[in-house]
């Protein structure tokens, strides 16, 4: 084995949540005839094949059946109920070993594109201070490629908080890539059917 290739960047589809606001599995809500989890993970598959990692938690069995064949790590979150950040957290500590960066989506975020997760990627410089994150509706936000001088946080997270706070950390430099379909997010029954209608446009 050649140590000195370079590790790649992996894809974090985070699916674990309750989605209490929803009133049911949001994950398996479906836009077009696929499960948001479905779209998501075949998005994430389709920017970095084998180097993806879905983590699911709440309904977790159904969650990951409809999110198709698993192409990458599955990563089950017990503590889901804590919050997003225990989700994140136990990805990077699950794939930290073997990826140089990792891209952070929410299976939510439905009209993320493949080709966005690829231009995240193409617009990091392999810098291990440098975040790459999503700018849309004046913010910045996920997806966000986080590099691996990050990971340490990253996989200390407890509770709800993601990692929103490195974005504003003056350790790191902040790139960002326009896309302007990343405000749209899923939490309710009519943000679905909205989404469902962009989807269609």
Known sequence: MNNSLPKPVFAIVLAAGSASRFGSTKQLAEIDGMPLVQRASAMAAEACGVNTALVVGHDWQAVTTAGGPIQGFLVVNENHADGLGTSLAQA???VRHV?????????DQAMITAQHVQAL?????????????????GTTGAPVLFPGACFDELAALQGDAGGRHLLKDNRFVVKTVLFEPAAVDVDTPAD??????????
Not at 123 to 136: D, K
Request: hydrophobic letters at 50%; zero cysteines.
């Open 92 to 94: 990077v500590r699950s």
């Open 99 to 107: 990826a140089h960066a990792v891209v952070v989506l929410l299976a």
């Open 121 to 137: 990627r193409d617009a990091w410089s392999g810098a291990s201070n440098e975040i790459v994150a999503t700018a849309y509706s």
């Open 192 to 201: 679905l059917r909205r989404a469902s209608r962009s989807a269609r446009s």
